[in-house]
């Protein structure tokens, strides 16, 4: 995204705000850093997507393998030739800073696992690939890092959850259900510009080849399960609220584990708003006004990543 677009669409696209709306409560520098941290994920996207598009199969092997050195040592790629890895270094320097190294670990671990989802999803666009329904439902819980954002939920509120609260089935749910509303809106919303550019990865688009679905009803499919997520949230959000009550057995730390569940279990409810006036605020999903509805107006469409 060259500077004469940033100032042109950055605005526009609301990524910011996108973040701004889910970690309610976070205190400013942890808000800024994943803000940013979100932003800059947008862009890899993008890099992603144009490095399909045009097939510099060499290039996203160069980033992928440049991104896991970057995740576990960011201070050796601050002053990276590429932008995207020396961008991405900034913003994990940040997010390592808020809680113990026992956080951090996880965090790398999932985000590992969801570049190299990236690898599967660049290898199946790049051969036509459209994943089985399961498959895709599976890859996609990595491509849009479920867990990612669920572990930014930690530094938001101040403390690191320990495993046996952070995978129990009260939380556990909790959160994959607000990941999911998102991922299969996100996959509503995208659809026009992803069959527009021949795209293979979208919950849609696996209905209609594998289910023989028609567009209309796989439209018809993805919004039943968005809904779906809504009705079944509602209920695990009783449970997990109800669980953060059992946590808080009188003792300092009950107490604390308790509030941070609230908080954490109550920003869930928060994904599923800003998830949605995002989709429908943002430029990146206008498609009737582009030019081109396959080519983001945004994007640099040049052989960026080359080098």
Partial sequence: MPANKVEEYADGLCYTDLMAGYYIGAPEEVLQAIADYSAWFFVWDDRHDRDIVHGRTAAWRRL??????ALDSPEDHLHHEDPLVAGFADSMV???SFLP?????RFARHFHTVIEAYDREFHNRSEGVVPTVEDYLALRRLTFAHWIWTDLLEPSAGLELPDVVRKHPAYRRAALLSQEFAAWYNDLCSLPKEIA????HNLGISLIKHEGLTLEAAIGEVRRRVEECISEFLVA???ALHFADELD??????KELSATVRACVCNMRNWFSTVYWFHHESGRYMVDSWDDRSTPPYVNNEAAGEK
């Fill in 64 to 69: 992928r393998f440049r991104l896991h050195a």
């Fill in 94 to 96: 940040r997010v390592y």
């Fill in 101 to 105: 190294e026992t956080w951090n670990a």
């Fill in 197 to 200: 550019g021949d795209e293979v």
């Fill in 237 to 239: 959000e009783k449970k």
């Fill in 249 to 254: 057995d009188g003792t300092v730390r009950g």
